[in-house]
Nanobody, 121 residues
Framework: QVQVVESGGGLVQPGGSLRLSCTASGSIFKIYTMGWYRQAPGNQRELVAGFTSGGGANYADSVQGRFTISRDNAKNTVYLQMNSLKPEDTAVYYC???????????????WGQGTQVTVSS
């Protein structure tokens, strides 16, 4: 079994910062990608930032220069540092990872339960 758990959400004023964390645990053989999506009410889920299987990072245009994704491979953990937050960043943030559970098995996607980020004065 695999668990993906996010933490670090909350309420912050515009211009403030938050740091999200996400850890994958359980029966894991190899992690290929890890990243963050978000979904605001009435909107589709969208990519915020993520690491590709090649190791590079990509960002949504709306967060470029404000958000930074980083990771600790030894801990199967990915972080999202969010600075200069705006009200439009308000959403539930989801962590996702693509991993395989054993040698020779097909990688699949796993999602966390999400953590609420609210940017409001």
């Amino acid at each position: 079994q695999v668990q993906v758990v996010e933490s670090g959400g909350g309420l912050v004023q515009p211009g403030g910062s938050l740091r999200l964390s996400c850890t994958a645990s359980g029966s894991i053989f190899k992690i290929y990608t890890m990243g963050w999506y978000r979904q605001a009410p009435g909107n589709q889920r969208e990519l915020v930032a993520g690491f590709t299987s090649g190791g590079g990072a990509n960002y949504a245009d709306s967060v470029q220069g404000r958000f930074t994704i980083s990771r600790d491979n030894a801990k199967n953990t990915v972080y999202l540092q969010m600075n200069s937050l705006k009200p439009e960043d308000t959403a539930v943030y989801y962590c996702t990872t693509t991993l395989s559970r054993a040698l020779g098995t097909t990688p699949r996607d796993y999602w966390g339960q999400g953590t609420q980020v609210t940017v409001s004065s």
